[in-house]
């Protein structure tokens, strides 16, 4: 398979890479580095992509920024940087995407925790991940047959918990290899419309 996986260079992305790229041609976009370099909130940017990328297999998405602050201090600029990167970016990857992934194939987003259990300083965030959990749901009732579209959503993954653990009071880690499966259910599998949990519910 030909997998090009957005945000390959991060902490989950370099697993992901790691895993896929045993068995399969592995190309890495991001905003600073890998095989190419976009701005996933810029729709001509991800076309860009894409026309260099050619035709692939599967697209992994885990990438995406939101603004993390008491609610009080948001503004509504501070609100668009996750709905235009995160939410919108996510949203315009399948849009373009699905002209060039093969029928047969998948596109996976990611979202997180935040998404059904937010903690504070974290409303944007769990707007943003809420609104990919509903966009996946009803991507399917319009393309029943494919691309297939799910969305991996980990907990606090293990590389992460020393930096974020203090947000996350009570949490345990979610171990790496667990995580890569919830992505290997979604590239290797049949589900469709999916929102997969990496933590427990």
């Not at 790691?18 to 890495?28: L, N, R």
């Not at 749901?137 to 293990?158: M, T």
């Not at 918990?161 to 049949?190: A, C, I, N, Q, R």
Request: charged share 25%; hydrophobic share 40%.
């Amino acid at each position: 398979m030909k997998i090009l996986v957005v945000g390959g260079a991060g902490t989950i992305g370099k697993r992901v890479v790691a895993h896929f790229k045993k068995e399969h041609e592995v190309i890495i976009a991001g905003r600073q580095g890998g095989d190419f370099t976009f701005d996933m909130s810029d729709s001509d940017s991800i076309r860009a992509l894409f026309e260099q990328c050619g035709k692939i297999d599967a697209l992994i998405v885990v990438a995406g920024e939101a603004k993390w602050a008491p609610f009080d201090s948001l503004s509504e600029e501070d609100f668009y940087i996750g709905i235009k990167n995160k939410m919108m970016g996510q949203v315009n990857l399948v849009k373009i995407a699905k002209e060039y992934v093969h029928p047969s194939g998948s596109i996976t987003l990611t979202t997180g925790i935040l998404g059904e259990r937010p903690v504070p300083m974290t409303t944007s965030a769990a707007l943003v991940n809420g609104a990919i959990h509903s966009f996946v749901l009803a991507f399917k009732q319009d393309y029943p047959k494919g691309p297939r579209v799910n969305v991996v959503a980990p907990g606090l993954v293990e590389d992460a918990y020393e930096k974020y653990k203090d947000y996350f009071p009570g949490h345990l880690p979610v171990p790496m290899e667990k995580v890569v499966e919830g992505y290997k259910k979604s590239v290797l599998g049949t589900d469709h419309g999916t929102l997969i949990r990496v933590y427990e519910p």
